[in-house]
């Protein structure tokens, strides 16, 4: 459809969607903000399944950040994450992540739980932030545990005092999501009546099953995402082909 208004980056219906997503928001006691990497990529750093930028399209996941690959794919497995530690210092959260942090600040917003291991969300001020997946921020002993400042993954030496391979603190696939984060999560996704998932395909488990666990207890489910999900034949309201930046300064008008 043609655009209406040259000051706005919107056709009439993606604006009557953004008007609905607001009176949900006005509506709202409990809202439960679910990120995906499409909510980093206007910071500079790519997502995962984007066709033809996405990680995944030029990388093997199951290569190079997983269990296996840790084990005997160690030096590409290093040169991947300190790869990605690089990206992270090369970029830094837009102002979407600072509309999140005003709107939990203004109590527009009660949680976010996040797929991404970025650390954007807490840099731009949010407090209330679930890491399912880890974070590139720290990293930390596979043996003992023992948590290290990221540098020193960084720097030459990955080898723990108890002798323990030193490696970033995200979930590799292979490994279990982190017990306290999920089980907060699943409390999050009950206590919603309104769900926003920014940037994510929702082709990931058990990621994924909170925006069908929030759906199943009541809460409105609403999908931006630049591609369609695994989801949107559950949303209240999906709004597709925009970017997340965009739709959020509409919203915070
Ligand atoms: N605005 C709106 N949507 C966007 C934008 C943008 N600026 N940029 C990207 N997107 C959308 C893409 O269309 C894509 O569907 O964000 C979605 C990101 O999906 P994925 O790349 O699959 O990322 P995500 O859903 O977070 O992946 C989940 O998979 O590999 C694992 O651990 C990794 O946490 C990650 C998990």
Known sequence: M????PQTPFSQSVLQKINQLKE?????????VFSGAGMSTEAGLPDFRSVGTGMWTQFNPLELAS????????????????YRVQSLKECKPHEGHYILAEWEKDGKIQSIITQ?????????????????????RTCHCSECGKTYPIEQFMGENVQCNCGGFIRPSVVLFGEALPEGA?????IEAKKADLFIVLGSSLSVSPANLFPLEAKRQGAKLVIINMETTDLDNKADLIINGEKIGDVLRELAK
Do not use: W
């Open 2 to 5: 043609k655009k209406q208004n």
């Open 24 to 32: 949900y928001m006005s509506k709202s006691s409990y809202t439960v």
């Open 67 to 82: 269990t296996t690959a840790m084990k005997h794919n160690r030096d590409q497995f290093i040169d991947f994450y300190r």
């Open 116 to 136: 991404n291991v970025d650390g954007f969300h807490h840099a731009a001020g949010n407090r209330r932030i679930l890491e399912l997946h880890g974070t590139l």
């Open 182 to 186: 999920l089980h907060q999560s699943s």
